[in-house]
């Protein structure tokens, strides 16, 4: 990559998931991460996590960022209007860069950007990951089928995190010669190496949890689109065939008395963790045999997942889950079933249970699904942009 390309990356605020990646891009190009806001602790309990905290990794060290100020009446990246830069227009002009990465559409903020790339005459490319299995109105389908085919060729290239959302954008007519895959990513290396046969056995110790019992894992908020009640009514059918299985649960959320109260009526052993921070996630990946996301079309990929197969756990994902074709669908490391159908979860978690597979086929899926992968992808797509524009510059 040419050390004249100078890349300013417009994101919402500081993220666990993609400190990693934008750490390791910044070695491969001039990189400038603008964040549109802080989320304060008491907005990230607000979020779902149930408890005010702040990440306990850094999130902002080993590449360049600025906060952006955002005008905004009510801060926040949970509504549209919620992120609101108009600065920043100013900022990529007197920045001297060269691209422009947008990490979605649904701030206010990033359409500012997007609005500043192009008067600016900057290529504008953008990264996210949209289904088309997104729950929508009618209504809402209906106006995206119009103004989307248009509106999207307003970025000059998209960054594919999967399968469901390389299709989402042929469904709207991009080109198939903008699209770039970059996968959606974790750091994998810092989970494989917390997710230890020492980890595994210290923290089942503090639960008293059998050696030889069966854990199935749910991870994340405890929120009704996530389905966490339907883990434990399908380890109660698994328990009520004679199999030793029980659920643990890292995170927090409206759903734990309900949770508790489900876990009691079908007497299913149940290991609450509360929330637990980036540091803790690899013990309780460890401890586990198999992570479960049953989660609604919501779930536009469920990152949780690539944590898990990071730590050598397999998976079982409803089809909903936007993850599923791309680290689950080979029926052994991991698992599809249809999203609500309990007896087909508890299918899936025998089927585990039954043939577990090798760490070197689960570290086969992890490894595709890299930071190493996905910063490839984008410095694939921004050797296309000088390209393109060393091309236009010679038809001058």
Known sequence: ????????????????????????????????VFYAHSATPEQQAAAGFGRAFEWDIPLTEGYSFSFLNNISKRPGTDWFGGCDTPEIYDLLKGGHFTVVLTLGWHLKSMIQGVFAAKRLGLPILVRGDSQLSTPRSLMKRWVKALAYPILLRAFDAALYVGKNNYNYWRAY??????LFHSPHCVETERFARGATLEARSALRKRLN??????????????????????????????????????????????????????????????DLL??????????????????VLPSTGRETWGLVANEALASGLPIAVSDQVGCGPDLANDGYVGRIFPMGNIRALAEAIQAC??????????????????????????????????????GQSKNL
């Open 1 to 32: 990559m040419s050390p004249s390309i100078r890349l300013a990356i417009l994101a919402s605020h500081p993220v666990q998931y993609y400190a990693p990646m934008f750490r390791e891009l910044a070695k491969r190009v001039d990189l400038h």
């Open 173 to 178: 007519g991009f080109p198939t010669d903008r």
């Open 209 to 270: 949890i059998n050696p030889a019992s069966f854990v199935v894992l749910f991870a994340g908020k405890l929120l009704p689109f996530k389905r966490p009640l339907d883990v434990v009514r399908a380890v109660a059918m698994v328990r009520a065939e004679g199999l030793d299985c029980r659920v643990m649960v890292a995170g927090s959320g409206p759903l734990e008395a309900e949770l508790i109260h489900e876990a009691k009526a079908t007497e299913v052993p149940l």
């Open 274 to 291: 509360g929330f637990q921070n980036q540091s803790e996630m690899p013990a309780a990946y460890a401890a586990a045999d198999l992570l």
């Open 353 to 390: 249970l039954a043939f577990p597979p090798s760490y070197q086929a689960v570290a086969r899926v992890s490894d595709a699904h890299s930071i190493e992968a996905a910063c490839a992808g984008i410095i694939e797509s921004l050797s296309d942009q000088v390209n393109r524009l060393s």
